[in-house]
């Protein structure tokens, strides 16, 4: 199963295949659920793109003794300069 991504504020669409039309809602994120790769290909061409699985930094980032772990020197929270 492939998670594609459309343009902002896009609720679903119709898509004609071999046997009819489909129609593709997306979830609450925002994404369309397609099982079919051609229908993929489809998709691609039409501007969609896969969405990604990346879901966080690689780098250990500059933890601060507030408690939370920037990835920038100055902590977001407090404004203590780390690293």
Do not use: W
Request: hydrophobic fraction near 25%; charge should be positive; aromatic fraction near 6%.
């Amino acid at each position: 199963m492939t998670k594609m991504l459309g343009q902002d504020g896009l609720r679903g669409i119709d898509v004609e295949t071999p046997k009819g039309t489909r129609s593709l809602n997306t979830d609450r994120s925002g994404k369309i659920e397609v099982n079919d790769s051609k229908l993929v290909k489809q998709l691609k061409a039409e501007g969609f793109t896969v969405a990604s699985s990346y879901s966080g930094f690689a780098t250990k980032g500059f933890p601060c003794p507030c408690g939370h772990n920037s990835i920038f020197k100055t902590c977001g929270k407090c404004g203590k300069e780390n690293g």
